[in-house]
């Protein structure tokens, strides 16, 4: 044994946590994570040959199911082709074609793409463009920034400044000034166990004009709302309530921002939630189902009209002094490209389609079924509310969550919400399969 080796070898005996996990409570979890070695289709596989029904998509990001050929391919491809360019200043043939690719899979109106690396760099992006496309615009002045209660945009500083989520930002000190939150739009008492979108979005959406009578809309850069709120518990727009929102923008000048880094993809069958709503942001971060999953990449979607503004500006504005190292990788666009190919060669929309009726229907089949007491769902999420045991905030949604992988099924839990975002291409009996092992949990926790 070389003395390097013993001394790799010595240090994996001592130190078994040398990989901090993120979002992982670290006692718990110090030796013994949830191992998966391979995945395929609908499944993950542990290393002793278990398959687990993946009912996360991974991380809300495998829309394609795992392991698809044409876009593992790619990447092999590009790997031995182009390691790596910059693209300050220079690009390659994949990053071209999948920017105008991209363009066309977005709404109407969307004329350009920033490629980065992570939906927290595509959220930190999207809040740059829109000070700066102020600034560019003579209006300086237009920095503050509206984010809304329980939304979830990344763990970048400014991300986490528009964050609606208060814990994840205790331990962490001053985050960005200027900076205000709308209310979640929903109400228990009126709107537990709505299919689809529940009523009431026009009152909801003006809070946002009740917050611009308290910070002068003058001064506002940008709104920025998940569509659907993801992380934070799966809570579908009511109706009207997002068109609410761009009206109000429009009337104050005030750039919109839809962050679908979950919503983006198909995720609601639609290939972003701006098309599933028919409501055009100016600005859109998204990332995920980009790659399938296979490849870190991140983008912000970009409306003509706000690129133009900047084109149209002073000198200065000319060159947005933004960017990084990997923005466009080639092994990341190769596989945008094969994503976005993937779609369209297996109509992974059409299909879906064809099982969203019997997802929603079979999710509110769990009305009644024991401690439940909301269910939400939007296109393939689904949100499931256990009322917390008394004292124990959390303990049902984790014990449910620890049945289900008993099971053999994979689904997140955020404190006493359970929460499904499967992979596209689910099957009639896996619904099924999901929704019963819920249930039986469900049956067996006090
Ligand atoms: N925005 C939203 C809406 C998200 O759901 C997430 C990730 N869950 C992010 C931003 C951050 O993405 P990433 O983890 O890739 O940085």
């Known amino acids: 044994m070389t003395a390097h080796a013993f001394a790799a070898e010595s240090r994996r005996d001592n130190v078994p946590d040398a990989f901090w996990m993120p979002f992982t409570p670290m006692r718990a979890f110090r030796q013994a994570p949830l191992l998966f070695e391979r995945a395929e289709g609908m499944h993950y596989i542990t290393p002793d040959g278990r398959r687990v029904l993946d009912g996360m998509a991974g991380l809300w990001c495998v829309n ?3 392991g698809q050929a044409k876009i593992t391919e790619a990447i092999r491809a590009a790997a031995g082709r182009l390691d790596f360019v910059s693209s300050f200043k220079m690009s390659h043939p994949d990053a071209q074609a999948y920017a105008a690719r991209l363009c066309d899979f977005a709404p109407e109106g969307i004329d350009h793409v920033f490629f980065v690396n992570s939906g927290s760099e595509a959220v930190d992006t999207a809040l740059k463009i829109a000070r700066a496309y102020h600034q560019a615009r003579g209006q300086a002045g237009r920095t503050k920034l509206i984010g809304r209660a329980k ?8 991300g986490l400044s528009v964050s609606g989520i208060g814990r994840h930002k205790a331990a962490f000190g001053p985050l960005l000034p200027d900076v205000a939150h709308l209310p979640l739009p929903y109400d228990r008492a009126t ?13 909801a959406a003006e809070a946002l004009e009740t917050l611009l009578q308290i910070h002068d809309p003058a001064t506002v850069a940008a709104v920025i709302v998940e569509p659907v709120t993801g992380s934070g518990g799966v809570y579908p727009p009511p109706k009207g309530y997002l068109e609410c929102l761009r009206a109000i923008c429009d009337r104050h000048g005030i750039l919109l921002i839809f962050d679908e880094v979950i919503t983006g993809f198909g995720r609601l069958g639609s290939p972003f939630a701006a098309q599933a709503y028919g409501v055009r942001p100016d600005l859109m971060s998204c990332a995920k ?11 912000v979607l970009v409306a ?3 690129y133009e503004a900047f084109m149209a500006g002073p000198p200065e504005a000319i060159e947005l002094l933004h960017g990084y190292t990997y923005s466009a990788h080639p092994l990341a666009c190769a596989a945008g490209l094969a994503t976005l190919d993937v779609f369209a060669e297996q109509d992974i929309l059409g299909s879906l389609a064809k099982v969203l009726p019997l997802w929603e229907e079979r999710a509110h089949r769990l009305k009644g079924a024991a401690h ?19 004292g124990a905030d959390g303990a049902r949604g984790g014990e449910a969550n620890a049945l289900c992988l008993d099971a053999g099924v994979l689904v997140r839990n955020a404190g006493d919400t359970l929460v499904l975002s499967p992979p596209l291409v689910i099957a009639r009996a896996e619904i099924e399969e999901i929704f019963a092992a819920i249930e039986r949990a469900l049956g067996r926790i006090g």
Do not use: Q
């Open 64 to 66: 394609a199911g795992h």
């Open 151 to 158: 939304g979830y945009h990344g763990m970048g500083w400014g």
């Open 191 to 203: 709107m537990a166990f709505s299919r689809g979108r529940p009523e009431g979005g026009l009152a």
């Open 289 to 299: 189902g980009m790659t399938n999953g296979a490849v870190p990449m991140g983008g």
């Open 304 to 306: 003509g009209h706000v």
């Open 372 to 390: 439940v007491v909301d269910i939400r769902t939007a296109g393939l999420l689904c949100a499931i509310d256990l009322a917390p045991r008394p």
